[in-house]
Nanobody
Framework: QVQLVESGGGLVQAGGSLRLSCAAS????????IGWFRRAPGKEREFVAR????????YFADSVKGRFTISRDNAKNTVYLQMDSLKPEDTAVYYC??????????????WGQGTQVTVSS
């Protein structure tokens, strides 16, 4: 069974940086597209970024483009979300999830438990 575990969340001031990690187990990690999502208080979950299993193709939500980068190390079964120039509106619980293809509408079958990111103004 695929398990995803996020880490790296915390409290940071606006303009600061955090790096989230998503560690996978129980799967052939290189077969999955990994996405990051977030849910802010009182809001619906939204897409943040995703990365292809080739570790080259990436896609970002407009709200984070130019501030966040995503990378993966298939040898370590880990995906990273580097978040720079953080804003208070980035405050949310961040989740990583795994999908079997790159399509925008691809379902994400496996989800982590989430990690809290809080950005103070």
């Amino acid at each position: 069974q695929v398990q995803l575990v996020e880490s790296g969340g915390g409290l940071v001031q606006a303009g600061g940086s955090l790096r989230l990690s998503c560690a996978a187990s129980g799967c052939t990690f290189g077969n999955y597209v990994i996405g990051w999502f977030r849910r802010a208080p009182g809001k619906e979950r939204e897409f943040v970024a995703r990365i292809h299993w080739n570790a080259v193709s990436t896609y970002f939500a407009d709200s984070v483009k130019g501030r966040f980068t995503i990378s993966r190390d298939n040898a370590k079964n880990t995906v990273y979300l580097q978040m720079d120039s953080l804003k208070p509106e980035d405050t949310a619980v961040y989740y990583c999830a795994a999908a079997r293809n790159w399509a925008t509408t691809a379902p994400y079958y496996y989800w982590g438990q989430g990690t809290q990111v809080t950005v103070s103004s």
